[in-house]
């Protein structure tokens, strides 16, 4: 929990979050505010684990998958289309570097 983030990492990591609450035709409900704490903290352990002492966009773009499927609801539209909750959250990535 003490590893410092740059500005622009924690930034990054919080309009990730935030994009998932903007109107959507894919997205039913975004991920709450809390998430953008969750995707830090496993950034910040995927670095460790990685032997670096800093945060890096991969580590954001890695952990975003895991931390923000399972907070956000799609619309009946999505599931009709056939997109998938990671196929959001890459889209989302791709548009936030």
Known sequence: RDMPVADDIRNRA???????RVKNEFIEYGA????????I???KARALIQGRN?????DIDAMAYPILRHRMILTFESERKGVTTDQVIKNI???IK
């Open 54 to 58: 800093f945060v890096s966009n991969e």
């Open 93 to 95: 990535l791709e548009k």
């Open 41 to 43: 903290l496993a950034a």
């Open 32 to 39: 709450s505010p809390r998430a953008s704490i969750g995707l």
């Open 14 to 20: 919080i309009k990730i979050v935030m994009s998932t």
